[in-house]
């Protein structure tokens, strides 16, 4: 399938309402680029494991709409002249009143794109330590003679895989702590990979968090492809660092608290953590980028927690807590 592709050069104070300008007109799917700095809203709400390098925002903004193509090529020439034509009159009421900088109009053409097929020309399996990293598409080609844990689990639009180094070392820090008696709390959970693994490991449960609503069939799909009863593994809807509701669901009496998030969100987290989590429990953060890690060090003490250890993996850190 073909779409129409019509973009618009404005300014990032005027991007918003030029979304809702043209869904006025029967323009949808709005695409907006820009480089505005993310807030530390967005960056808890980003699973992916390698956030994206800052750039200096310019002001500038493209904010991109699409229509289906007609088959028929005369069909298609009308509605691309009528459409520009819309959004050349739409940009002209609206620079009236607000600063929308060029309003340059480009048109371009694509295609529909099977984006998590074409994962599979470059996700292949991998290792962390003896587990053993397998998406469905290589099923069966699990080595002879490979007798480590074997994790499913395929790429997709919003959650990590276990390739990055950030929960590589929350990995190896949960097989450090983790027995049959584990009660685990794992805050931003995403795809479930860290609490997975826990309960491969022998937890007994394990209760997760996570902002977005999309992770309950991320981890529903990944528990059911590693043979995990869903019974032990709890998903909770919401901010635990400021929403009472989430944070009496979550109750208290873990064991081990993970959380592979950003500095800037786990330096506020410490201190409800530390609620969450026994005397003599653990904390393992993640998701440190090398020099903040002095950071989320000193916020893990601060909230009462003993600093035990700090690993690192390339230019990421984690840090791990005892409460006393």
Not at 68 to 96: C, F, G, V, Y
Not at 120 to 126: D, E, T, V
Request: net charge negative; proline share 5%.
């Amino acid at each position: 399938m073909k779409w129409f592709r019509f973009t618009i050069q404005t300014t990032t104070e005027a991007e918003d309402i030029l979304v809702s300008d043209m869904y006025d007109i029967g323009l949808e799917g709005a695409q907006i680029e820009d480089k505005l700095p993310l807030t530390p809203l967005d960056r808890e709400r980003m699973f992916v494991d390698i956030p994206p390098e800052p750039q200096e925002d310019d002001g500038v903004a493209y904010v991109s709409f699409f229509l289906e193509e007609p088959e028929d090529a005369e069909e298609a020439e009308e509605l691309k002249n009528s459409t520009m034509e819309k959004i050349r009159t739409q940009l002209a009421e609206t620079a009236e009143y607000c600063d929308i900088g060029s309003g340059e109009l480009t048109f371009s053409e694509t295609e529909d794109l099977d984006w998590i097929n074409n994962w599979k020309q470059y996700f292949h399996s991998f290792s962390i330590d003896d587990i053993l990293v397998l998406p469905s598409w290589e099923e069966g080609s699990v080595p002879e003679g490979h007798t480590g844990p074997v994790l499913h689990i395929d790429p997709g639009t919003a959650f990590g895989t276990g390739m990055h180094e950030t929960t590589q070392l929350c990995i190896r820090q949960l097989r450090k702590f983790v027995n049959a008696d584990t009660r685990l709390l794992d805050v931003g959970t995403g795809s479930g990979i860290l609490g997975i693994l826990a309960l491969m490991f022998g937890a007994a449960e394990v209760t997760a968090t996570d902002l977005d609503p999309c992770a309950v069939p991320a981890v529903e799909d990944n528990c059911n492809k590693n043979g995990i009863d869903t019974a032990k593994f709890s998903l909770i809807i919401g901010n635990i660092i400021d929403d009472p509701a989430v944070q009496e669901k979550v109750g208290e009496g873990y064991d081990i608290a993970v959380a592979n998030i950003l500095a800037e969100v786990l330096i506020p987290l410490m201190p409800e953590l530390y609620k969450h989590v026994k005397a003599g429990g653990y904390v393992i953060t993640s998701g440190i980028i090398e020099g903040r890690e002095t950071a989320v060090a000193a916020a893990m003490e601060q909230a009462g927690f003993e600093v035990t250890d700090t690993q690192a993996q390339g230019e990421w850190r984690c840090v791990v807590g005892k409460k006393p």
